[in-house]
């Protein structure tokens, strides 16, 4: 039940992304319904955690969450959120959450929190160039090809870390299944894709991603560190 619950508070803090945007940029209506709702479910997950597992910490690790808010929001209205630098941070505070709380249940397991920890900062840095494209690709059908060859190279680089991993035995080889509806993804054309069919999309490959991770670990086959 943890873990689930774990799980489900990192998806939360994924959708709250989208509401988030539409009330930094002035467009709030419904996105203050839907931000309202994320929140709700992200404290009470933590306030049952507390509760039930005494996991204490989760409190100071949502005070620094809701910092991370409320700078992502600051940016967002003084229109630096696009930069590179601010989506990897971004990236490495969201993909911090779950190995954090990993962490906070398993004390033993600190070496493994930080192999998952690059592993899912790798899966959002590996899906920004994809966002990117689907806005460029909108703007400017001709820019297609040039996108395309991004992507291509993006996902190239992405198994070639993974198969560096791989062969040094910091990861299982099939890690890989976790990144492959990704990797498949970014090589299909993302013209033609309205903004709610990307971000459907997106939704159920990270679902995907995160369910390898929850079940290898609990099956134990996904061990993080082999050697």
């Known amino acids: 039940m943890g873990s689930f619950l774990l799980a489900l508070l990192f998806l939360l803090t994924f959708a709250v992304q989208a509401p988030l945007r539409e009330v930094a940029t002035g467009r709030g209506g419904r996105a203050w319904v839907w931000l309202i709702a994320y929140l709700a479910g992200c404290v009470a997950i933590v306030v049952y955690l507390v509760a039930r597992y005494g996991a204490i910490l989760l409190l100071p690790a949502g005070f620094f969450a809701a910092v991370f808010t409320g700078v992502d929001l600051v940016a967002r209205r003084r229109k630096l959120h696009r930069s590179i630098g601010h989506r990897i941070a971004g990236a490495a505070g969201i993909s911090l959450l779950l190995p954090a709380m990993l962490c906070l249940f398993h004390p033993d397991m600190l070496a493994y929190s930080f192999v998952l920890w690059g592993l899912v900062l790798l899966y959002f840095v590996s899906r920004m160039p994809l966002v990117r494209a689907h806005g460029a690709v909108r703007k400017d059908p001709a820019a297609a090809p040039g996108w395309r060859m991004k ?34 993804a970014s090589l299909l054309p993302v013209r033609g894709l309205t903004n709610p069919q990307l971000g459907t999309r997106e939704a159920i490959i990270l679902v995907w991603f995160l369910a390898w991770l929850v079940v290898g670990f609990h099956l134990g086959a996904f061990d993080g560190l082999l050697g």
């Open 151 to 184: 992507l291509f190279w993006t996902q190239v680089a992405l198994l070639v870390l993974l198969g560096v991993a791989i062969a040094t035995r910091l990861i299982a080889p099939w890690v890989l299944v976790a990144y492959l509806p990704g990797v498949v």
